[in-house]
């Protein structure tokens, strides 16, 4: 089957239109628009087809800091990334033409399972999205709004990062700003006198939340209200839990640091043998299933 084509890119040798493409069926809504699950109809290739209204973006600055983004995840390959395969617009809207991935979300994966996921899958989701974080952070790229609703599913399991809508790439200073939902904010995003001053291991941070969601069900975070989430991450005290397993615990420990400077690297994570133990298991269980 032929793939959308990359030449379609964002370096613009030719675009597409809205008319090449059937929509089929919506996949979801937002503030900011909707995803549908569309066919290229040149090639029947399936997609899913993101359009983002250009009135939402107030200025003309914020529209070509979303082209920028845009260009910036185009160019990102990794079979952990949700891959772009171009992007258009006309007068009233940005589209987005990504993979379709119909298997749903890890968001929708913990709501199914409240009392935590088994270890293998926890540990082989945790372990494709650091894998995707460390190709990002090679190319100077921080996602910056890692969440479980933010990691999809194609149609084999494969997690697959998206939404990139909060990346930046990082070449100088460190960043000066807040980004990310509350419960995966990092401590030195809170702090003023600092000017919310962070770098790409706020992504590391984030992974050790996941972990412990995935593992327990819930984030280490967990509060009613902003402020009281927030003032859990500046303690940065870790609840005990009987659905962790000892090694992961030392490992979230190791992430949710915070001292930034003593923060656990994603390569030393990954490299972890049991966490690795974990994922091999999970894959030839999904082997056996085919």
């Given at each position: 089957?032929?793939?959308v ?8 040798e ?15 809504k937002?503030?900011?628009g909707k995803?549908?699950?569309?066919r290229?109809?040149r ?19 914020s ?10 995840q ?8 949700l891959?772009m ?5 006309d007068?009233q809207?940005?589209?987005i ?6 298997s749903g ?7 199914k ?12 989701i945790?372990?494709s999205v650091?894998a ?5 952070h090679k190319?100077?790229?921080v996602?910056r709004?890692?969440k ?7 149609d ?22 807040i980004?990310?939902?509350?419960e995966?904010?990092t ?6 006198d600092?000017?919310?001053r ?14 412990y ?8 975070f967990?509060?009613e ?5 927030f003032?859990?991450i ?6 005990e839990?009987?659905r962790?397993p000892?090694w ?6 190791g ?7 003593d923060?656990?690297e994603?390569s030393?994570f990954?490299?972890?043998e049991?966490?690795q133990?974990e994922?091999a298991e999970r894959e ?6 085919d």
């Amino acid at each position: 089957m032929s793939v959308v084509s990359d030449k379609d890119s964002a370096e613009g040798e030719t675009s597409y239109v809205i008319d090449d493409f059937e929509v089929a069926g919506v996949l979801g809504k937002g503030g900011f628009g909707k995803v549908v699950f569309a066919r290229e109809k040149r090639t029947q290739y399936p997609v899913a087809l993101k359009m983002l209204e250009k009135k939402t973006f107030v200025t003309e600055k914020s529209l070509k800091q979303l082209c920028r983004e845009l260009e910036l995840q185009y160019h990102l390959k990794h079979p952990n990334i949700l891959r772009m395969h171009a992007f258009f617009f006309d007068v009233q809207t940005v589209y987005i033409v990504l993979e379709a991935c119909q298997s749903g979300n890890v968001f929708t994966l913990v709501r199914k399972n409240p009392e935590g996921l088994a270890s293998p899958l926890a540990s082989y989701i945790v372990d494709s999205v650091a894998a995707a974080l460390e190709y990002c952070h090679k190319y100077k790229v921080v996602h910056r709004d890692l969440k479980p609703e933010n990691i999809l599913l194609d149609d084999k399991g494969v997690p697959k990062l998206a939404d990139f809508g909060f990346c930046v790439r990082v070449v100088g200073p460190d960043r000066e700003s807040i980004h990310g939902t509350a419960e995966y904010v990092t401590p030195e995003m809170l702090h003023e006198d600092n000017h919310h001053r962070h770098n790409y291991k706020v992504d590391n941070w984030a992974v050790g939340v996941l972990m412990y969601e995935l593992l327990n069900g819930r984030s280490p975070f967990y509060a009613e209200g902003d402020y009281a989430i927030f003032s859990k991450i500046k303690k940065g005290v870790i609840p005990e839990s009987k659905r962790v397993p000892d090694w992961a615990m030392n490992l979230i420990r190791g992430l949710l640091t915070i001292n930034v400077k003593d923060r656990m690297e994603l390569s030393t994570f990954r490299a972890d043998e049991t966490l690795q133990q974990e994922v091999a298991e999970r894959e030839l269980m999904a082997l056996n299933l085919d």
